[in-house]
């Protein structure tokens, strides 16, 4: 089930552009934390016509429901999963949306999704009745409570912060960025990824991995001290096509400071420190389908992007995605000629924080410019328009969120990069057909070391 984040691994700290400091959230807008909004700052309340439901949380689930363990959820069909939020009901499409009848609902689509439906003949979206099923553990929204009052985007840094999101009610574009890349996700994992590459045709290759990630900021096991300074660690190794195998990838991801990358290429046999990956580099086993910024929807460095806060709005955005990681369904049944098998796809109303980044002149990336869309409940980023240096709309970044009472948390499952150019699409996160995540395992934190690297390399 939770082949959820990792793209985790490249959230970069960096913000070299020197920002002013705000001023702090007033008495009276940290006072609303826990009540008219949830604890991580999103509006408790439902809409006016009920489209969107209040937020309760896990309330709805029983004694027995919470009990599940990981290994339990992970290998659950999709519609019993579905259940889990959905009060035992299982859903069928309200209505779905079309290039038909897209004019009816235009004002709640991404632009992206627009250019999705307008160029390819079968591509459809269907909408369910929407369930706000994304929550945390009680530790993680007591600590954002808390960061609401402390924390501060100080230039290069988040400062203040610990444990919880960092800027539950945000003045600053930027903030809600910082959001997303700083979210619980659990403590540690080990995941078995599968990637593919589809062609205009249909054709695809699969890249396999497996990821080990150590989550040092949001650790609730093992809380880092006061002076901590570290996000994560990260240490991945790839298992297929030929011509990567025995390829590893390691990186400390910093809160504060500059990340450190390194990658173990098998055909030099040496292991080398790896410049700028927090930008527009290609990432390995994509065929320049994906820039390590996009892992996890975005996790670069956001200095070469002047960011603006387009507001908060209502949109169709992919949720509850239960059914693409049913491991029922095969990669063969989930990726189709110019998109993913959308029967399997599942999107709701819900409100969406909408940013803007615009690339800064006298600096170079080959999107000038993104518009993100970050889901209020959880600060997971849904989807990303992406243009070319040409004012080009260009790729489609899709997250298939869901929900992971294990841990809990919200990630995407899977994420799909759609070049609306070529007509091929690349996905990551996919895991249908591989082992099942381990997240009860645990790391020390010299085992994201570059000795630590060599030794394995020497093996």
């Known amino acids: 089930m939770l082949r959820y984040l990792f793209s985790f691994w490249l959230a970069s700290a960096l913000l070299v552009q020197p920002l002013s400091l705000f001023a702090k959230p007033s008495a009276e ?65 309200a209505f779905t ?23 390819y003949a079968g591509y459809k979206m269907p909408v369910y009745t929407s369930i706000r099923s994304g929550y945390f553990p009680t530790i993680i929204e007591e600590a954002t409570i808390k960061n609401a009052s402390t924390a501060v985007l100080d230039g290069a840094d988040v400062k203040g912060a ?30 078995y990824n ?13 890249t396999k991995l497996t990821e080990d990630v150590k989550f040092v900021y ?43 990358a390194y990658v173990y290429n098998p055909q030099v046999r040496r292991v080398r420190r790896v410049p700028d990956a927090g930008y527009d580099n290609p990432t390995e086993g994509s065929d320049n389908s994906q820039t390590y910024d996009q892992i996890d929807m975005f996790n670069g460095a956001l200095d070469r992007y002047n960011w603006k806060l387009v507001g908060k709005k ?3 955005i992919p949720y509850n995605s239960f059914r693409l990681e049913d491991r029922r369904i095969k990669y063969k049944d989930i990726l189709q000629k110019h998109h993913i098998n959308q029967d399997l796809a599942r999107y709701e109303l819900h409100r969406v924080w909408v940013v803007e980044a615009n690339l800064r002149e006298g600096t170079a990336h080959i999107f000038k410019k993104r518009v993100f869309y970050v889901d209020e409940d959880s600060w997971s980023i849904a989807a990303v328009d992406l243009y070319d240096n040409r004012d080009q709309y260009w790729r489609f970044q899709e997250g298939h969120l869901a929900s992971f009472p294990m841990i809990p948390t919200v990630s995407a499952v899977p994420e799909v990069i759609y070049d609306l150019q070529t ?18 395992i645990e790391f020390k934190n010299d085992y994201f070391t570059p000795q630590n690297l060599k030794n394995k390399t020497n093996r």
């Open 423 to 440: 007509g091929r699409y690349f996905t990551t996160a996919m895991q249908n057909e591989d082992k099942v995540s381990d997240y009860l």
């Open 194 to 206: 599968n990637q593919a590459i589809v062609q205009p045709d249909g054709s695809y290759t699969i």
């Open 97 to 119: 949306i079309t290039k038909a009848n897209m004019s009816q609902y235009a004002d709640k689509l991404t632009e992206g999704h627009k250019k999705m439906l307008q160029q």
């Open 218 to 260: 949001s650790n609730i096991k093992n809380p880092p001290s006061a002076d901590n300074k570290v996000m994560l660690y990260y240490l991945s190794e790839y298992l297929s096509p030929p011509r990567i195998v025995g390829q590893f990838i390691l990186a400390t991801e910093p809160i504060q400071g500059l990340r450190e």
């Open 162 to 191: 610990s444990l919880g999101f960092p800027f539950p009610l945000p003045e600053r574009p930027e903030e809600i960025i910082w959001n997303h890349r700083m979210k619980f996700r659990g403590s540690g994992v080990r995941r």
């Open 29 to 93: 807008e940290i006072a609303k934390l826990g009540k008219e909004l949830t604890a991580i700052g999103a509006v408790r309340a439902g809409n006016a016509d009920g489209s969107i439901p209040e937020w309760t949380g896990p309330s709805n689930f029983t004694d027995e429901q919470r009990k599940l363990t990981p290994q339990q959820i992970e290998t659950m069909p999709g519609d019993e999963l579905e259940k889990l939020f959905s009060g035992g009901r299982i859903e069928k499409p």
């Open 314 to 316: 209502e949109m169709y």
